[in-house]
């Protein structure tokens, strides 16, 4: 699959794809990728997001939470955590951007080897 795009007003998503792109689009709820090879774009209103991809295709990684906790583990880069949100970026060994925006909740980025 080349890409895959999910909008959604309210409720969860959960995604195990190795698609080139994966888009996600949710108002309120919760967004769960593990998506070893993709480029990954993230938007959620309110709810949590969690990425899972590999440090071998990640390119560059931004992410912000308006409100709420941010994390990147699996690679030395930049997490800067405010009393009511936070921003990560980090850059992986590959080309595939990462790019995460929660404007309530948390933001977790997970690079595995």
């Known amino acids: 699959m080349s890409s895959l795009e999910v909008k959604l007003g309210v409720g969860n998503v959960a995604v195990v ?5 994966l888009e996600v689009d949710l108002g309120v709820g919760d967004v769960e990728l593990d998506a070893p090879t993709s480029a990954v774009a993230i938007n959620v209103g309110t709810g949590d997001a969690r990425v899972k991809t590999e440090l071998s295709s990640a390119g560059p990684i931004e992410g912000t939470s308006g409100v709420g906790s941010v994390s990147l583990t699996g690679l030395e880069g930049t997490v ?17 951007p990462i790019e995460v925006t929660v404007g309530v909740g948390d933001l977790t980025i997970e690079l595995t080897q």
């Open 17 to 21: 794809s190795d698609a080139k792109r």
């Open 80 to 96: 800067k955590s405010r009393a009511v949100g936070g921003k990560v970026t980090g850059k992986g060994r590959g080309q595939q």
